[in-house]
């Protein structure tokens, strides 16, 4: 293993890294159909997704207080540049937001939000929990009721394999989006080595 021995200091903010790239999907009252980008979220556990909204994503928090349902797709190379728009333009002030991001949304199996065709990996959730922060966002927590994933992004024992599926993640560091690389070990398993 290598060690650091000099290091400098950049500051406080939080950092993880790899961060997903999350498309949230949510219908309106009406059953028109919004997407979000997404960057802080993940999984809490194994059964929920947690992300944290700008109160400034007012579309979709008001989508999830009216259907308390949303779907998450992971951006893709194929589908980046979409990915980038439905982040940076607001569904309140963009009334033709998602014809201009070439995104086509179908319902969802399970939960009562779109999923959007370009997207390889899916996962529905149901609303557990929206609470405002003391931080000024909206912490939603989401329960998972399916995952849907094309066979074309299936490896041969049927899991989601993120290379095939081109999923890519945001480098809050580089401020980047960014690849997937290579598998370079086996979880649960490789640290046996040292028992």
């Given at each position: 293993?290598?060690?650091?021995k ?121 609303l ?17 009721v399916n ?30 989006y ?18």
């Amino acid at each position: 293993m290598k060690k650091f021995k000099t290091r400098k200091s950049l500051g406080a903010h939080a950092i993880t890294l790899p961060q997903p790239v999350l498309i949230i999907g949510t219908y309106d009252e009406n059953g028109v159909p919004n997407a979000m980008n997404v960057a802080w979220g993940g999984q809490v556990g194994a059964q929920q997704i947690e992300l944290n909204l700008s109160l400034g994503g007012r579309k979709t928090i008001d989508n999830l207080k009216i259907r308390k349902a949303f779907t998450v797709a992971f951006a893709t190379i194929d589908t980046e540049v979409a990915a980038d728009y439905v982040g940076i333009v607001s569904g309140q002030k963009e009334p033709n937001k998602m014809e201009k991001s070439g995104l086509h949304a179908v319902k969802a199996s399970k939960a009562d939000a779109p999923m959007y065709v370009e997207f390889p990996v899916t996962v529905e959730c149901n609303l557990r929990l929206m609470e405002e922060t003391d931080y000024g966002e909206m912490r939603v927590v989401g329960d998972v009721v399916n995952v849907s994933a094309a066979e074309s992004v299936l490896d041969e024992n049927g899991k989601i394999d993120v290379q095939k599926a081109g999923i890519i993640c945001f480098d809050p560091a580089g401020m980047a989006y960014r690849t997937l690389g290579d598998k370079v070990g086996q979880p649960f398993r490789d640290g046996n080595q040292l028992k």
